[in-house]
């Protein structure tokens, strides 16, 4: 057996890292951060001074910065004033019952629909009624979270129902090839690649303005002993404006020569672990998992 067809038959490791905030020890559980990312809110969410919470004007003002503030908390673009058209709108109500008062919250979109409700905790009428600010401020911290997932959940259903949504149509890539591998490995796994990703449902197109997701590739190629060699390929991908989805990286070492001619066996077996790894980027993105659909939009308490 010669060392090459070892190496086919070894693979490659493969590490897939998507972009965000959290590091590779924490792939496949980007947590907060990577669902929100998933499934964007609204560009704009405008929480207005409310009028219905049964709270003084001075502590309904102050409410409904508590409430933004908390929303940018989660990363959500939020601003306490008055809404212009196009806005999304938190409005704010709140119902007595015996000694405590409970807040109730609707995400209104810019047409004036109700896209989903959550209810708050309740806080001593007392309390409320005197513009208590530790506790409009608690109840704020306590709703922002639920509020960030609830505009996750209804982004995410609202992409479901838009047929050019990328949730009903497959993902289109644009694929610059690989450079920097010895021997044929630039053509042999620039050939495999194109096949397998679009074995996986990936549709290839020739020009960056009708892409989703732009690829390219590299190899870097080190001596790393008298007989040894060291590769690594990163398969990277990027939104059309420029911003990294995630990486694919593939490490190796391997006989020193053993690549200087023919890859064979051995692109064939780096590109398709490497063609998983990128579909998985591409899905995780655009929020698709096989096994955690999106929630559907709506009331959670």
């Known amino acids: 057996m010669t060392s ?13 890292a998507g972009c965000g905030d959290f590091p590779e020890p924490m792939l496949h559980h980007p947590g907060r951060m ?11 969410l405008v929480v207005p001074v409310p009028g219905r919470a049964l709270l003084d004007d ?65 806080v001593p009428s007392r309390a409320w009624a005197d513009g208590d600010a530790t506790a409009l401020n608690d109840e704020a911290a306590n709703a922002g979270p639920q509020l960030a997932a609830l505009l996750s959940n209804i982004d995410a259903a609202l ?9 009903n149509r497959p993902p289109r890539l644009e694929f610059s090839g690989l450079t920097g591998a010895p021997g044929d490995g630039d053509a ?31 190899a ?29 990286t593939q490490p190796h070492d ?6 200087d001619t023919y890859w064979g066996d051995v692109a064939v077996v780096a590109a398709s ?10 899905d995780n993105n655009i929020g698709k998992t096989s096994t955690t659909p999106p929630s559907p939009a709506g009331q959670t308490s």
């Open 4 to 16: 090459t067809l070892r190496f086919a038959l070894l693979g490659l490791p493969l590490v897939v």
């Open 34 to 44: 990577g669902m929100l990312l998933a499934h964007p809110p609204p560009q704009r």
């Open 58 to 122: 001075q502590s309904a003002v102050a409410f409904a910065h508590d409430l933004s503030n908390a929303m940018v908390a989660q990363t959500v673009p939020a601003f306490a004033q008055r809404p212009q058209r196009g806005d999304w709108v938190l409005s704010v109500s709140a119902a007595l019952n015996g000694s405590t008062v409970t807040p109730s919250y609707s995400i209104i979109d810019p047409r004036g629909h109700v896209q989903g409700n959550i209810t708050g905790l309740p």
């Open 159 to 167: 992409k479901e129902s838009d047929p050019n949504s990328l949730y």
């Open 188 to 218: 042999s796994l620039t050939k495999e690649m194109r096949q397998d990703i679009a074995s996986l449902g990936v549709i290839l197109v020739n020009q960056r303005d009708q892409a989703d997701y732009l690829m390219k590739a590299h």
């Open 220 to 248: 870097t190629l080190t001596t790393t002993g008298p007989d040894t060699q060291h590769i690594e390929i990163v398969w990277t991908i990027d939104t059309p404006d420029g911003k990294e989805v995630g990486k694919v």
């Open 254 to 259: 391997f006989p020193k020569g053993s690549l």
């Open 273 to 282: 672990a490497a063609a998983g790894g990128v579909k998985e980027v591409i």
